[in-house]
């Protein structure tokens, strides 16, 4: 497979233009702030750099009142085994008996997520929650782990746009595009 942008694109499908996605993520706002009406406010972690797109659209879709940080967390490869996590940022606000609403970009396997909310429990964080933008549909997922609010279903296949990187490439494209198999 080529490793440049261009190339990538004219062997990709588009899966969702911006509409659809803009559609998407109001709806799952919609849902958002009926969950956390009347409750304290939440501490919003974007998850970097994937996250930052999904979670700017949908933090101006949202009525809820938020307190933003962000963290940036990547999972070792290779020779560690299980949750480890590469911390390159953690947030700065305390969570401890906060409500925490985790915005991403991909739920996948679920490695990652699932240590950051663990994360986010083990400093005292009263509620954890999940919402990306897409989950991709397969059965490798780790236990333990959902979003609470998805976006999008997309398929087993290599996705990106819209936050998610081909090749640390594409990020800001407008949709989401599924690499041809």
Same mark, same amino acid.
């Given at each position: 497979?080529?490793?440049? @942008? ?7 499908? &588009?899966? %969702? ?15 958002? =702030? /009926? =969950? ?5 406010? $939440? ?10 797109? %999904?979670?700017?659209?949908?933090? &101006?879709?949202?009525?809820? #009142?938020?307190? %933003? #940080?962000? @963290?940036?967390?990547?999972?070792? +490869? ?9 911390? &390159? ?13 985790? /915005? =991403? ?33 397969? =059965? +490798?997922?780790?236990? #333990?782990?959902? /979003? ?6 997309? $398929? ?14 594409? +990020? ?10």
């Amino acid at each position: 497979m080529p490793h440049d @942008l261009a190339s990538a694109l004219a062997v990709s499908d &588009l899966l %969702f233009d911006s509409e659809t996605i803009d559609d998407q993520v109001a709806r799952i706002a919609a849902e958002i =702030d /009926a =969950d956390y009406a009347g409750g304290p406010r $939440p501490v919003y972690l974007t998850i970097m750099h994937g996250g930052m797109l %999904f979670a700017s659209t949908l933090a &101006l879709e949202l009525e809820t #009142d938020l307190e %933003f #940080d962000y @963290l940036h967390a990547t999972r070792y +490869r290779g020779a560690t085994v299980g949750s480890g996590l590469a911390w &390159l940022h953690r947030p700065a606000t305390p969570l401890r008996g906060r409500r925490v609403l985790l /915005a =991403d970009d991909i739920l996948d396997e679920g490695h990652t997520l699932k240590a950051v909310k663990r994360w986010c429990e083990d400093e005292g964080a009263a509620d954890v929650r999940i919402a990306v933008l897409t989950v991709k549909q397969h =059965d +490798r997922r780790v236990d #333990d782990i959902h /979003a609470d609010y998805v976006a999008l279903e997309v $398929p087993d296949r290599y996705v990106y746009g819209y936050g998610m990187d081909y090749h640390e490439q594409g +990020r800001n494209l407008p949709g989401i595009y599924a690499l041809g198999t």
